[in-house]
Structure formats: C-alpha cells, structure tokens
C-alpha cells in the first residue's frame, strides 16, 4: 500500500472511531441525564452506554427467567379471578 493510501485508511478508521465514542458519550449524558441519582450510582461504573441500558432493562424489567415467573402468575392469577356472588356484571 502507498502511504496516501495508508494514510487515508487510518483518518477513515480515526474518524469512523471518533463517531462512536461522540455517539456513546451523547447516549451516556441522555441516560444519565435522565436518571434520578439512585439510579445514577447504580449505573455510573458502566463504561459505555450499552453496558447502561442492559443493567437498567435487568434493573427494572428482570431477567428472561424473572420475566416468564412473572408472566406465569399473572395468567394464575386470572384464571382464579372469579365474580363473587354479590357481585352484578353492571
């Protein structure tokens, strides 16, 4: 490779590199920004702004696991739902 070409390729990776960390620190400010302060300090280790949202959607949502328990007492719950003999429809 000749040097201009080598020279071009290393300021489009610079520039492409450049791009994703103003990205991530926009994201990152937006996040923190938008948090309450406990809720910051749970956060404020993460690194980037991926690493932020994934231990928020834990956070809050819970695992996959935590999410189909959830899941499966509420259909319990409704299948036990029953009108009560005092009850009208109107």
Same mark, same amino acid.
């Given at each position: 490779?000749?040097? $201009?070409?080598?020279? %071009?390729?290393?300021?489009?990776?610079?520039?492409?590199?450049?791009?994703? $960390?103003?990205?991530?620190?926009?994201?990152?400010?937006?996040?923190?920004?938008? %948090?309450?302060?406990? /809720?910051?300090?749970? $956060?404020?280790?993460?690194?980037?702004?991926?690493?932020?949202?994934?231990? %928020?959607?834990?956070?809050?949502?819970?695992?996959?696991?935590?999410?189909?328990?959830?899941?499966?007492?509420?259909?319990?719950?409704?299948?036990?739902?029953?009108?009560?003999?005092? /009850?009208?429809?109107?």
């Amino acid at each position: 490779m000749k040097d $201009i070409e080598k020279d %071009l390729l290393f300021a489009c990776v610079e520039q492409d590199d450049k791009k994703k $960390i103003s990205l991530n620190c926009k994201a990152k400010n937006i996040l923190c920004c938008a %948090l309450s302060k406990k /809720e910051f300090n749970r $956060i404020s280790a993460c690194k980037s702004a991926m690493e932020m949202w994934d231990k %928020l959607r834990i956070t809050f949502e819970g695992t996959d696991k935590v999410k189909e328990t959830r899941i499966d007492s509420l259909v319990a719950q409704n299948e036990r739902f029953q009108m009560q003999p005092v /009850e009208t429809i109107t």
